[in-house]
C-alpha cells in the first residue's frame, strides 16, 4: 500500500526548559558523571548459556565464553585492553542472502536498561553487542551512529501480534511483511505471534503453517504462541512436541468465541495441568463465551446490529468473571497464567489481587487499552465504530486507559501488547448489518511504543526504565529469552532503538507504515520517536526510514521451565504440599445402604451388630435390654463416631435457642 512508504510527519520540539531530568541533552554543556559501563550492568554468570541461538560464528561464540570469565566490575584499561583483543577484521553477516556491515558504534547516548540509566556507547559486532561503555576502542571501518541527546534501549518486544490471521470468514490485512516492517518502524524489534489451529485440526501442523507464512516475509524477530482451541490426548501429546522441539512455552486458551475456539472449563483445567507438566505458560483470553452468546442474542432481538453491540454483548464483568475463573483454575494446578489483553479496570484489579494473594499471574494490556477507548462505538461513522471492534472489547469508562497505564508503572501489569490483527474497511463491512459478523481487531504493532512514552513517561507515570520494562524487558523474562532480548548488556542480540524524546509526530493512517487504511490512535500527538533502530546489528531504520528487507527477521525459539516463572513454583509446591493428619482409623459402625443410597430399612450397621448382643429394636434404636458391660473392657461403645450420651436433642431445661446445642 503507497501510504505504507510514506513518512510520518516529524518535528522536533525542542522545549528545554520543561525537560525531565532523565532526558539526554539536558545542560549539556556542563560536565556530568558518567558512569562506567559495561559489566556495570552486573554480568550474571551463564547468562548467556543456550540462550544466544544465532552466534554467527565460532570465533563470537569464543569471544562470548571469553566474556563469561570476566568479573563483574573491572577497570576501564581493561575493557578497553579486552576489546582491543576481540577486535577481528571487518566482514560482513550473510541473513537471507542479505549482507550487511558487522561493526556498528551507537556513540553519545543515554543507555536505559529496566534497572538503571547510564550515558555510554554501545559497540555491536556480528549482530551481538560487544561492548557498552565509554572511551570504546573502535576498528577502522565501524559505522558510527551519533546518538548524543537520545535514549538507547532495547528493542521493543509485541508479545501479541496476529498477522495476516484467517480470521471471522477472511484474513487480516496486515501480513508478516508489512506488520514486521511497521513494528520496526515504531521501535518494535521482536514480535509474539499466535498459531491457532482450527477446532479438531493439528497444533504441529497450524504451528508449521504458520512458519511458512512468516519465515520468508518477517523483518523483525519473532517466536510463536500456540492456541489449544480445542482437547484431546493427541493435543496433550502434540503439547509436548511443540514445548520440547519445536522451541514453544505458551499456549493461548479461549474462553470465549463459542462453537468456535472456546474451551469448557473441564477442558481448561486439563490444559492449564498439562502446561504446568511441561513447563509452559497457559495464556487465557478471559471472556465468559456463553454470557456472550446470550447477551448477542437479546442484543440482536432488540434490533441493535450495530457496533455499539460488540461492546453492550461483552461487558466488563464478563471480562473479569473470566479472568478471575481462569486465575482460581490455573491455581488450582499449580500453573502460572498470563492473561491477554487485558482490557478493564475490573480485570486488571483481579490480576493486581490475585498477585497479591500469590497467584503466579501475569497480565498483559495493550497499545489500545492504554491509549483509546470504548466511547468510539458510539460514534455516528458505522466505519469509525467498527474500525474497534475487537475483543475483549475497549471500554466506554474513559478512565480505563489512565488506570490501566497506572497499574502498568506500579508492577500489578507486566508486559504490553497490542492483538495487532488488523481489517481493512471492506473487510469490517461484512459485519455491516450484524455487529457478530464484524471482524474483531484493531492495529497497534507500530505505534505501541510511542503511545506508551506518551501516555506512560511524559505523563509523569513512569520513568524510561520503567518504560524499558514493560515495552521489553519483561516480555523477555516472562517467555525465557533473557537477555538475549531485552536487555542493553555485552552478549545480548543488538536490538535496540535509539530515541528521540523530544520529536514529536501526529499519529495517521495517511503516514503510518502499516496496510491497514484505519488507525485507532488517528490525530494523537506523540512525543518518542524511532530514529535508529538496529535489529540483529543492523540499522534497519535510519532517521524514520525503514529499511528492512522480508526474511531479515529470524524465528525465536521460547525455551520452557523459565527461572522467571517457575523458579518459585517448586520450592512453593514443596512447603505447601498437603499433610496427612495422622490418626487411629475409624473402626465404628458404617452405614449400609440399600443401593438408592438409603439406609437399609433398620439398618443398624455391622460393627454396631457386632458391639451390641442383642438386635435394634423394631424402630431401629439400641436394645436397651442390652447391657453396656463386656467382657473386652469397652463399657461404651467406642467403635461408635458419637457416643450415645452425648447426642441429646432436648437437653435438661429444655432447648436453648442459642447455637451452643
Ligand atoms: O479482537 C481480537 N482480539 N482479535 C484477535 C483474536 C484474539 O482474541 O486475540
Ligand atoms: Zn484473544
Ligand atoms: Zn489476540
Not at 85 to 90: A, D, K, N, Y
Not at 286 to 308: F, Q, R, S, V, Y
Not at 582 to 589: F, I, L, Q, V
Amino acid at each position: 500500500m503507497s501510504s505504507g512508504l510514506r513518512r510520518a510527519s516529524r518535528h522536533q520540539e525542542e522545549k528545554d526548559d520543561d525537560v525531565p531530568q532523565w532526558i539526554p541533552g539536558l545542560g549539556q554543556d556542563k560536565p556530568k558523571p558518567r558512569t562506567l559501563g559495561t559489566s556495570f550492568f552486573g554480568y550474571v554468570p551463564d547468562a548467556f548459556v543456550e540462550k544466544t541461538p544465532y552466534l554467527p560464528s565460532e570465533q563470537s561464540a569464543d569471544a562470548l565464553k571469553k566474556e563469561a570469565t570476566v568479573e563483574p566490575v573491572k577497570a576501564a584499561e581493561q575493557v578497553e585492553a579486552s576489546l582491543e583483543q576481540e577486535i577481528v577484521q571487518p566482514d560482513s553477516i550473510e541473513r537471507n542472502g542479505q549482507s550487511a556491515q558487522n561493526r556498528l558504534l551507537i556513540k553519545g547516548g543515554r543507555v536505559v536498561n529496566d534497572d538503571m540509566m547510564q550515558d555510554a556507547d554501545v559497540y555491536i559486532e556480528d549482530g551481538i553487542i560487544k561492548q557498552v561503555g565509554t572511551n570504546l576502542h573502535t576498528p577502522g571501518g565501524t559505522r558510527v551512529i551519533e546518538a548524543k541527546g537520545h535514549l538507547v534501549m532495547p528493542g521493543g518486544i509485541d508479545t501479541h501480534t496476529h498477522m495476516q490471521m484467517p480470521f471471522m470468514g477472511t484474513q487480516a490485512i496486515d501480513d508478516f511483511y508489512t506488520g514486521t516492517r511497521a513494528a520496526l518502524a515504531g521501535g518494535t524489534t521482536m514480535i509474539m505471534d499466535f498459531a491457532l489451529p482450527q477446532r479438531g485440526e493439528s497444533l504441529v501442523e497450524a504451528f508449521h503453517r504458520w512458519r511458512t507464512w512468516a519465515d520468508p516475509k518477517v523483518c523483525c524477530d519473532y517466536a510463536l504462541h500456540v492456541g489449544v482451541t480445542w482437547w484431546s490426548d493427541k493435543v496433550a501429546e502434540e503439547m509436548e512436541e511443540l514445548t520440547n522441539e519445536l522451541g514453544v512455552n505458551s499456549f493461548k486458551m479461549f474462553m470465549a468465541y463459542k462453537d468456535t475456539w472456546q474451551l469448557c472449563d473441564e477442558d481448561l483445567l486439563q490444559s492449564f495441568k498439562r502446561c504446568r507438566e511441561l513447563g509452559a505458560l497457559a495464556q487465557v483470553h478471559a471472556e465468559n463465551g456463553d454470557a456472550i452468546k446470550e447477551n448477542t442474542k437479546k442484543l440482536l432481538d432488540l434490533g441493535i446490529t450495530g457496533p455499539e453491540g460488540h461492546e453492550l454483548s461483552r461487558p466488563e464483568e464478563v471480562e473479569a468473571e473470566a479472568t478471575n475463573r481462569a486465575c482460581v483454575l490455573a491455581n488450582q494446578v499449580g500453573c502460572p497464567l498470563y492473561i491477554v489483553h487485558v482490557m478493564s479496570k475490573s480485570a486488571a484489579d483481579i490480576v493486581s489481587s490475585k498477585r497479591k494473594q500469590g497467584h503466579i499471574v501475569f497480565g498483559e494490556p495493550i497499545a489500545a487499552s492504554l491509549g483509546t477507548d470504548g466511547t468510539h462505538y458510539y460514534h455516528k461513522c458505522w466505519r469509525h465504530a467498527a474500525a474497534h471492534v475487537m475483543g475483549p472489547p475497549l471500554r466506554p469508562d474513559q478512565s480505563t486507559p489512565k488506570y490501566l497505564m497506572d497499574l502498568l508503572a506500579n508492577g500489578d501489569l507486566q508486559t504490553t501488547g497490542t492483538d495487532n490483527c488488523t481489517f481493512s474497511a471492506s473487510q469490517k463491512a461484512l459485519g455491516k448489518d450484524d455487529f457478530t459478523k464484524i471482524p474483531n481487531g484493531v492495529n497497534g504493532v507500530e505505534d505501541r511504543m510511542s503511545v506508551i512514552w506518551e501516555k506512560g513517561v511524559v505523563s509523569g507515570k513512569m520513568d524510561p526504565c520503567r518504560f524499558v520494562a514493560v515495552t521489553s524487558t519483561n516480555a523477555a523474562k516472562i517467555f525465557n529469552i533473557y537477555p538475549k532480548k531485552g536487555r542493553i548488556a555485552a552478549g545480548s542480540d543488538a536490538d535496540i532503538v535509539v530515541w528521540n524524546p523530544h520529536a514529536t509526530r501526529v499519529i495517521s493512517a495517511k503516514t503510518h507504515h502499516q496496510a491497514v487504511d484505519f488507525n485507532i490512535f488517528e490525530g494523537m500527538e506523540v512525543h518518542g520517536i524511532a530514529e535508529y533502530v538496529v535489529c540483529h546489528g543492523r540499522v534497519v531504520v535510519e532517521e524514520g526510514e525503514v529499511r528492512a528487507n522480508s526474511g531479515m527477521g529470524k524465528y525465536v525459539p521460547t525455551p520452557v521451565f523459565n527461572p522467571h516463572v517457575y523458579g518459585r513454583l517448586e520450592e512453593r509446591e514443596r512447603a505447601n504440599t498437603p499433610c496427612k493428619v495422622e490418626r487411629a482409623p475409624y473402626d465404628g459402625p458404617v452405614a449400609q445402604l440399600n443401593g438408592q443410597g438409603h439406609m437399609q430399612e433398620g439398618g443398624i450397621p455391622s460393627q454396631q451388630d457386632a458391639f451390641y448382643t442383642r438386635g435394634p429394636t423394631r424402630s431401629g434404636g439400641v436394645n436397651l435390654h442390652d447391657s453396656s458391660f463386656h467382657v473386652s473392657g469397652a463399657q461404651v461403645n467406642d467403635k461408635s463416631p458419637k457416643r450415645p450420651s452425648v447426642k441429646v436433642n432436648n437437653p435438661p431445661g429444655g432447648r436453648s435457642s442459642g447455637s451452643f446445642w
